[in-house]
């Protein structure tokens, strides 16, 4: 929808790649709407993926026992937080939506998006107990997971050798967005891209950017043990 | 055991943490029964989580479009992994045990850690499809999963807010280990370590040596979907 602003946090060694022609894709779908968007090319950026005593700039809150999530809390109050972090924490604040672009690592992310959800959804900024979950900070906010795999749709089911899709999603929807108080869509899914032909990738291709063009009239999923686990 | 070969993935920033007491309490528990213990201290190794084009040595298999899973497969026949993996997929390859001591981070293992999944556990080396699941390459190898929390163990529940915690285990155990053929003992879980007494934690210590005294007599778990999401 024009005027509403999108970050793409995308996670692919490969501009090549499907991934790399995913986010491309919605590059171009939501700038016809009239979207501003931004990506976090996260491999390109050579993203920081570990959570260190780098991240805090200047002296530490206890310098006699290093506790990461109690110095990052107390650097993002004081405004001493490392750049890339400071960079990152303005994209999200920004944006309206977060679409995440990734090849499934290990039934989750690849370990360079971890360290973005790690390192940049800050206590304070992202979510302060108890406001979490209804009332975590980033409320007002959506968020969509759009990923590749290798494994086959018929895998990944219930009575599949991977289980539920659903059940991989848990984590990354409800522990991470649903927690800092972001609302989920629906998530992407394009299955085992590199074993079937180069007219269904295309075909792939045409259904993202197809349902781009009304990904703004859809509903949140309701993100609770039901969706994912019933 | 004696004699028996443990290796311990740690990750945590801080030597005087509780997860630091855990990972000690396990070097000198396994070490008192005459098992040979390795740790792989990865902040400690600046252990490097991103999966790029520096973990094959000289040419790549397909210079054209880069595809990091295939690269580290063709990469590991032609031993051209870079030294650091080398050495990991070593230690793993000599042990009976795989012990990951970890906070939890987002529903999850750190990146750090994940990083250690994506790089290590290569196709040839860990899985080679079909051969995965119950005829993993890393069959006959257990693997236990044992983490500190913020969250308690209400929370952790069917009907808390953030759901049963073995939800949380299934990418883990299921998809990354069982995958490999590892069988997995029950995790070893200490909720919420900052928020307890001095008392309490000395007591979450002493439950883990326990723990270490019998452990070679446990029997792993079922790794299927009834364990997580009956
Ligand atoms: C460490 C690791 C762990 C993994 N763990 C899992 C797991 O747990 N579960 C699982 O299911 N899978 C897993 N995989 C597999 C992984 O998810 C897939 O390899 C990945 O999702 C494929 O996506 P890609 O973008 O890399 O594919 P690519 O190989 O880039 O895409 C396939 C093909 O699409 C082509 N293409 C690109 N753009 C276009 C276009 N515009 N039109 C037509 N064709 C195009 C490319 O040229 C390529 O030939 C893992 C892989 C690795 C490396
Ligand atoms: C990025 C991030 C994401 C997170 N996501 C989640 C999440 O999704 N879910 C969740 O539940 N939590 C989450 N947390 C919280 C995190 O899991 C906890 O902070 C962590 O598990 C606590 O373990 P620790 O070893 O760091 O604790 P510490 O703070 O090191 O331990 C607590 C206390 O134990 C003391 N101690 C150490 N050794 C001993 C000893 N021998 N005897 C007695 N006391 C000792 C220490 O001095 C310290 O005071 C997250 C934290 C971060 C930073
Ligand atoms: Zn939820
Ligand atoms: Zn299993």
Chains 1, 2 share one sequence.
């Not at 970050?7 to 991934?19: D, F, R, V």
């Amino acid at each position: 929808m024009a005027g509403r602003k999108v970050l793409i946090i995308y996670a692919h060694q490969e501009p090549k790649s499907l991934n790399g022609s995913l986010k491309n894709v919605a590059v171009e779908e939501l700038g016809k709407q009239g979207c501003s968007v931004t990506v976090s090319d996260l491999y390109a950026m050579q993203f920081e993926p570990r959570a260190t005593r780098n991240d805090i700039v200047g002296c530490l809150h206890n310098s006699e026992e290093f506790n990461y999530g109690v110095e990052a809390r107390e650097a993002y109050k004081r405004g001493d937080l490392s750049d890339d972090l400071i960079e990152e924490q303005k994209k999200v604040q920004e944006a309206d939506l977060l679409i995440f672009q990734f090849p499934l690592y290990w039934f989750s992310m690849p370990a360079i998006m971890k360290g973005w959800m790690d390192r940049v959804l800050v206590e304070g900024f992202a979510h302060k107990f108890p406001d979490c979950y209804s009332s975590g900070l980033l409320k007002n906010k959506l968020a969509l997971f759009s990923f590749t795999t290798g494994g086959s749709k018929e895998m990944y089911t219930k009575g599949g050798i991977s289980g539920d899709i659903r059940y991989i999603l848990w984590p990354m929807q409800h522990g991470i967005m649903h927690y800092c108080g972001v609302k989920v869509l629906a998530p992407h899914i394009c299955f085992a891209p590199e074993y079937v032909s180069e007219e269904n990738r295309k075909e792939m291709l045409l259904v993202w950017a197809q349902r781009l063009k009304t990904l703004w009239k859809e509903e949140p999923i309701n993100c609770s043990p039901e969706w994912y686990f019933k």
